[in-house]
């Protein structure tokens, strides 16, 4: 008789492991089984007794719980008897079945179903990434409370810093930025000549308040001035 192949002996092993299993939880199928039928026969003879003290005393008391009564009404306690009965006096005969040899005799990959360890392919770890944290920015020279560059804030409508400009096309402010100080808003009205139109209306928080700044018009000309409440005129 030829000796068996590494795939038939694998076989063999499945098989015995999962019919333990089976015998074993068949076992205690039976087990609680029949411990669930005795327990409705007793719920069976607890209902007729509630049922007679409801005649007897003109009463009308619940005679089992839903639960009882559901298993009851599915017809449980007689499958249970039925079942129990046909199945003495427990397993079946088991039949000879020969592993036919397969997979060119070679094992068959493992599974967690039949309690196997799988291999698990090892993960490769690099070394580790060091995200270094991008410098912060160098904060911009203050001279007396002033930042030293200039922003440009344009109109028509714009708002840079605490300051808003509403104007005609074509008209800016140059200024040192204040980022911290009183906020509370003023309102200045800028006039390039007196007796012209308003250039520009300005609202600076108040922090402002006599802080230079470079008017650019849309001919090309500049002027500077301060920041001032009310209406202020400059030259050009």
């Known amino acids: 008789m030829a000796s068996k192949t590494a795939y038939q002996k694998q076989a063999d092993k499945r098989l015995k492991t999962a019919l333990k299993l089976r015998a074993r939880y068949d076992g205690r199928v039976r087990k609680y089984a029949t411990a669930l039928g005795a327990a409705l026969i007793g719920a069976a003879d607890a209902k007729a007794r509630v049922d007679r003290i409801n005649l007897l005393y003109g009463v ?3 005679t089992e719980t839903l639960l009882v009564h559901d298993l009851r009404t599915a017809g449980l306690p007689g499958l249970l008897s039925t079942s129990m009965a046909a199945s003495t006096p427990g397993e079946e005969v088991q039949l000879f079945n020969a592993m ?4 060119g005799g070679a094992v068959l990959a493992a599974e967690t179903l039949f309690g196997e360890v799988v291999d698990v392919p090892p993960v490769v770890v690099g070394p580790p990434v060091v995200i270094e944290p991008a410098p912060a920015p160098e904060p911009a020279p203050v001279v007396d409370g ?4 200039q922003v440009t804030l344009a109109g028509p409508n714009g708002t840079v810093a605490g300051i808003t400009i509403e104007s005609a096309p074509g008209v800016s402010l140059d200024f040192a930025p204040l980022y911290s100080g009183s ?7 800028l006039f ?3 007796e ?3 250039t520009a209306k300005v609202t600076f928080a ?3 308040a006599g802080q230079p700044f470079t008017v650019h018009l849309a001919d090309g000309r ?6 001032t409440e009310g209406s202020y005129g400059i030259d050009v």
Do not use: W
Not at 100 to 103: A, E, K, Q
Not at 183 to 189: G, K, L, R
């Open 60 to 62: 009308d008391v619940s």
């Open 222 to 227: 500049t002027a500077t001035g301060l920041f």
């Open 196 to 198: 012209d139109p308003m």
């Open 146 to 149: 002033t930042v030293a560059e």
């Open 183 to 189: 906020s509370t808003p003023v309102e200045m009205y």
């Open 192 to 194: 390039v000549y007196v």
């Open 100 to 103: 036919v040899d397969g997979n």
């Open 206 to 208: 108040d922090r402002y």
